[in-house]
């Protein structure tokens, strides 16, 4: 079946970057998703990328995409306090009809101040 | 101006009492999701609506039941919540095209 990882924390300091890394095995993705999700709530949905990209930007939200690795990252650019939440990446393939989400398991972003 | 609204955002229950949890969608997807989510851990699809087509994920326990009455509404039924069953339940719609899905805010559940 699919899988999909993540590291599970990052520390950065207000105002840098901060990049989240995800890998993931399923070569028939279609999209690619970035999740982000505050404590108790439920997700949101950041950025999305279609699997012929390598790139997109989206204000201070960069998304890498490596197809040939597997390979997804999202860069925050000057990371904000309200930055701090835990980053989901997920994908869906192309199984039509039934397409459903596989969630990483989550990088807890935290900010130092 | 919730698109996905999950009612109660918090419900408590009785270890075996059956519960059952609801959602709306304003968005008139043709999909609809339950993940569930553990603490600290990724959200898991429990089973999904396409239309009134249930699709029920190959490990969801058989305590898990779902009805989709009409495209707004979707519930979750538990029929005897374990202790196990304590976790934050997600719903989430989609449109054909998988442009991305909606989630709504959660109903956090404690079993006791």
């Known amino acids: 079946g699919e899988d999909v990882e993540q590291s599970l924390f990052l520390s950065v300091r207000e105002g840098d970057s901060s990049v989240i890394n995800c890998t993931y095995t399923d070569s028939s993705s279609t999209y690619l998703y970035w999740y982000k999700q505050e404590p108790g709530a439920g997700l949101q949905l950041l950025t999305y990328i279609f699997s012929n990209m390598d790139m997109k930007q989206d204000q201070r939200l960069t998304v890498l995409l490596n197809k040939k690795d597997k390979h997804l990252s999202l860069r925050i650019a000057d990371t904000q306090t309200g930055d701090s939440a835990i980053y989901f990446c997920a994908e869906v393939g192309s199984n039509f009809g039934n397409e459903k989400l596989t969630f990483g398991t989550g990088t807890r972003l935290t900010i130092i101040p | ?112």
């Open chain 2, 1 to 112: 101006d919730a698109m996905v609204i999950q009612n109660p955002r918090y419900q408590v229950t009785q270890f075996g009492k059956p519960v059952t949890l609801s959602c709306s969608q304003t968005l008139n997807h043709n999909v609809m999701y339950w993940y569930q989510q553990k603490s600290s851990q990724a959200p898991k699809l429990l089973f999904h609506y396409y239309d009134k087509d249930f699709n029920n994920e190959a490990d969801t326990p058989d305590n898990f039941q779902s009805r989709r009455p009409n495209t707004s509404f979707c519930f979750l039924d538990i029929r005897s919540p374990g202790l196990g069953d304590a976790a934050m339940y997600l719903c989430a719609t989609s449109p054909r095209a998988i442009t991305g899905y909606t989630f709504g805010s959660g109903t956090r559940l404690t079993v006791v």
